[in-house]
């Protein structure tokens, strides 16, 4: 890792907790909506996030099966929730992506490989079926008229920010093995993996600042 990525990977993190505090800090606004899971959501990304970066200097833990098991499931559902139950107001489709996004799981207990940093298969399923809902948010906010207000709206800058990182990133964990025969291609993609990270979480800090709560 060059040191460039090493001071993107640091500042990723502390940009997380900056969007955790933030989240803090306007929680009174959102604590009587559906809102206020997204502060928690944040909190408990970063709390992850660090853990996950200095936990194994004070427990011993299986840092692949901790983020493949217990991070990505909680960052896709939380995700498929917020989109589908919340801002599209289909519930029922929340559930079924869900339970479609869960049963990913099994393919990789029985054809792939259990210690890789990040489950391709699962990875990518979970960045699809998020897709649609990004595309389906897409629609509505242009089909809406909010669209005038767009800058006030929090599902806006959720949107892009959730655009650029999992969806952009997408070809990255989906090609991680065989990107890892091309540095200068890997390095590319991991460079852009680490921006677009601070991006969407920087993006997400502005949603409370500026986006209408409701």
Known sequence: MSEFQKVLQESLIWIEGLAALISIIFYRNAKDGYWKYFSFYLILMFFCEVFGKWG????EYDKPKFFNYFVIPVEFLFFYWLYAAK????????????????????????FFEARKIIFS???????????????????RQVNSSDILHFNKSKMFYINI????????????WTFFSLLNEYPDLFNMYFNYFLISGITMYLLFSISFIWGKQN
Do not use: H, Q
């Open 121 to 139: 298969f699962n990875y990518t399923f979970g960045c699809l079926i998020l897709m649609i809902l990004v595309i389906m948010e897409y629609y």
């Open 161 to 172: 920010g959730v655009t650029l990182f999992y969806i952009g990133t997408m070809p990255f």
């Open 56 to 59: 194994g200097n004070i427990v």
């Open 87 to 110: 801002s599209l107001k289909r519930p029922k489709l929340f559930y079924i992506l869900s339970v479609l996004y869960l049963l990913s799981f099994l393919p990789n207990a029985y």
